[in-house]
């Protein structure tokens, strides 16, 4: 390469840097306006209104949305839900998602509770404090009650049942 030609090359790359900068330079400041726009418009005390709220990671994927009848929704990276923060009429709950199962925390009138799902959204546990006290029941496949623990006053009992309801055994044992 001679030299005019190599002068030449520096030139051009000197020159489209100097356009790249500029460009930089305007994107930002057209972002900055876009921001201040939405400032101004959102009124006096800085809130923004509106029925929906979605946000973006830097590869412009929707990681987060925000509606009042669905709360917050987390999404991964595929764009699948993976957790859900709300209030509904009965009070606040939490969602988790795994890829076949999914824990529920909410709480009501009636105490918090924790429910654990298994594949196909079958209910398999639940643990609950309520007005008369916490309890734990875990279900088989058919979400049948299959264990009950509770505890009711000063005592505590555990009971197993049959696929029908009834209880096969129990602590401590029923008065006969």
């Given at each position: 390469?001679?030299?005019?030609?190599?002068?030449?090359?520096?030139?051009?790359?000197?020159?489209?840097e100097?356009?790249?900068?500029?460009?930089q330079?305007?994107?930002?400041?057209?972002?900055?306006?876009?921001?201040?726009?939405?400032?101004?418009?959102?009124?006096?005390?800085?809130?923004?209104?509106?029925?929906?709220?979605?946000?973006?990671?830097?590869?412009?994927?929707?990681?987060?949305?925000?509606?009042?009848?669905?709360?917050?929704?987390?999404?991964?990276?595929?764009?699948?839900?993976?957790?859900?923060?709300?209030?509904?009429?009965?009070?606040p709950?939490?969602?988790?998602?795994?890829?076949?199962?999914?824990?529920?925390?909410?709480?009501?009138?009636?105490?918090?509770?924790?429910?654990?799902?298994?594949?196909?959204?079958?209910?398999?546990?639940?643990?609950?404090?309520?007005?008369?006290?916490?309890?734990?029941?875990?279900?088989?496949?058919?979400?049948?009650?299959?264990?009950?623990?509770?505890?009711?006053?000063?005592?505590?009992?555990?009971?197993?049942?049959?696929?029908?309801?009834?209880?096969?055994?129990?602590?401590?044992?029923?008065?006969?």
């Amino acid at each position: 390469m001679s030299e005019s030609a190599a002068a030449a090359l520096a030139d051009r790359v000197a020159r489209l840097e100097r356009a790249h900068r500029r460009l930089q330079r305007c994107g930002a400041a057209l972002l900055l306006c876009v921001g201040a726009v939405a400032l101004i418009a959102a009124g006096g005390d800085g809130m923004l209104e509106g029925r929906s709220l979605k946000l973006v990671d830097a590869d412009g994927k929707t990681r987060i949305i925000a509606t009042p009848a669905s709360g917050l929704s987390f999404l991964d990276d595929s764009g699948k839900v993976r957790a859900i923060l709300g209030v509904d009429a009965d009070g606040p709950g939490l969602v988790l998602y795994g890829e076949a199962s999914r824990a529920v925390l909410n709480l009501n009138r009636d105490g918090p509770a924790l429910a654990f799902t298994g594949t196909d959204g079958a209910l398999r546990a639940i643990l609950a404090l309520v007005k008369d006290g916490p309890g734990l029941v875990l279900f088989d496949a058919a979400q049948r009650a299959r264990v009950q623990l509770t505890v009711r006053g000063d005592s505590g009992t555990a009971a197993v049942l049959d696929a029908h309801g009834t209880t096969i055994w129990q602590a401590p044992a029923r008065p006969r």
